[in-house]
Nanobody, 121 residues
Framework: QVQLVESGGGLVQPGGSLRLSCAASGSIFSINRMGWYRQAPGKQRRLVATITTSGILTYADSVKGRFTISSDDAKNTVYLQMSSLKPEDTAVYYC???????????????WGQGTQVTVSS
C-alpha cells in the first residue's frame, strides 16, 4: 500500500503561480511513476503531468510551457510548479502513483485525496 498526501492547493489570481507537493509513503518500492491528474466540475479526470524514476516526462498539451513537474527521490516527493495560471486550470488536482512500462502502458495504482486549485480574480 502506498499513501499519497498532497499539499499546496489554494486560491490564486490569473497569471499567478502555485506549487503543489505530493509525498509518498508506504510500499514505495512498488512504484516508479508519479504525477498529477485534475478534474474540473462536470469534466473527466485527465492527466496533467507525470514523471518516472528514469526521468521520462509527460505533459498535457494544455499545460506545456506553464507547468513543470519534478521530483525529489530522497523525499519520495513529486512537485508541480504551476505558472501563468488560467481560470481553466481550476480543478481538483490528484496525485497519482503507479508503474511505468511504456508511454502507452502504465498503471495508476494509488491516488491522493485531491487538493483544490482555484484560479480566479
Amino acid at each position: 500500500q502506498v499513501q499519497l498526501v498532497e499539499s499546496g492547493g489554494g486560491l490564486v489570481q490569473p497569471g499567478g503561480s502555485l506549487r503543489l507537493s505530493c509525498a509518498a509513503s508506504g510500499s514505495i518500492f512498488s512504484i516508479n511513476r508519479m504525477g498529477w491528474y485534475r478534474q474540473a466540475p462536470g469534466k473527466q479526470r485527465r492527466l496533467v503531468a507525470t514523471i518516472t524514476t528514469s526521468g521520462i516526462l509527460t505533459y498535457a498539451d494544455s499545460v506545456k510551457g506553464r507547468f513543470t513537474i519534478s521530483s525529489d527521490d530522497a523525499k519520495n516527493t513529486v512537485y508541480l510548479q504551476m505558472s501563468s495560471l488560467k481560470p481553466e486550470d481550476t480543478a481538483v488536482y490528484y496525485c497519482v502513483a503507479g508503474k511505468y512500462y511504456s508511454a502507452s502502458y502504465y498503471s495508476n495504482d494509488y491516488w491522493g485525496q485531491g487538493t483544490q486549485v482555484t484560479v480566479s480574480s
